[in-house]
Each structure stands twice: as C-alpha cells, then as structure tokens.
C-alpha cells in the first residue's frame, strides 16, 4: 500500500510540474503601433501564431529555455530568424507569424 501511495504522490506531482510549465514559458509581446507603441498582443505557449496587424515592434521574453522563430509569411513559412535570448526590437518588421517550439 505504501508503494501504491508514493507512485500517487509522484504522479501529482508531475502533474503539477506539467500544468505550471506552461505559465512561465517565454512570451513574445507584438505591437500594432510604431516604436512598440499602440496595441498589444502577447504570444505564448506552443505552435504557430500570427502577428498580423503587429508589426510596430517585438519584445521577446526567453524563459525556460523556450526559443522562437519568425517567420516572415502566415503560417510560419518562409524566411525566419531564431529566437533564443531577451529581444527587444521598437522598430517596424517585416514578420507575419511566430512558431513557439516546445
């Protein structure tokens, strides 16, 4: 029984781990207006995102090892540029879409 309830507390355990991975990934925050002005819209997570209507500027924030790419079509095609340290960039861009790899 002892054994049954340690593999119950290791697997909460890193059930818990996997549900706040997540919060503390990098983020990458685009900017509608010029100078990293004007809207925002904050990428995180997993996958491919659009930056469309964001080109006024990025600021990249790597946690946990996360690294990025951008892409400069939709649809993470095309030319792209690694991300794998703080950015921060407040001019205009050419990137249409964001692939956060996890």
Do not use: W
């Amino acid at each position: 029984m002892a054994n049954s309830n340690a593999a119950a507390f290791v697997l909460a355990l890193l059930c818990a781990a996997f549900v706040v991975g997540p919060a503390s990934a990098s983020t990458l925050t685009a900017f509608s207006g010029p100078a990293c002005a004007g809207r925002t819209k904050d990428v995180n997570g997993c996958g491919c995102f659009s930056l469309a209507g964001y080109s006024g500027g990025f600021h990249f924030v790597f946690t946990q090892g996360q690294r990025a790419m951008l892409y400069a079509d939709a649809g993470c095609h095309g030319y792209s540029e690694l991300l794998h340290r703080e950015t921060r960039r407040c001019g205009h861009h050419l990137f249409k879409s964001i692939r956060m790899i996890c």
